[in-house]
């Protein structure tokens, strides 16, 4: 777009045709840079939750127990509109997604220790994991 005065832009839409007929000062290739700016809506509301939780709980010097569980959880609601008269859609346009995600793991971790003589230490470990995911 050539070097202009913005101010040649602040009506973009004709008198009387108001949101149906943009104003196009250079070409009908182009969208106005207002109508673009304020009347082309990108809107998003997103929400997340994120968390743990962790036991750590000792038997005795040579039992011990860790239990864990955690969320990502998320929602995402965006909006897309366009109004009549833009370049890519002459008819307006209108759009709404929802999206939601949801994951949660949980695992357990004994942790085993025997001593066979001063010098020598034996470590067992044992544990497992649980994951959902939700879309």
Known sequence: ???IDAAWLDQNWLPG???IEQM?????LLDNPRTISYDMVNAQNKNNLIGNVQLDYKFTNELS???RTGIDMGYDKRKQSRPFDTYKY??????????????RNSDFYYNII???RKTIVLVFQ???LIKQQIH
């Open 126 to 128: 044992l544990g497992s």
């Open 17 to 19: 045709k108001e949101r």
């Open 24 to 28: 196009t000062p250079f070409s009908n």
């Open 114 to 116: 025997t001593n066979v």
């Open 90 to 103: 002459a008819f307006g346009y209108y759009r709404e997604q929802s999206i939601y995600a949801e994951e």
């Open 65 to 67: 127990l860790m239990l």
């Open 1 to 3: 777009m050539p070097n």
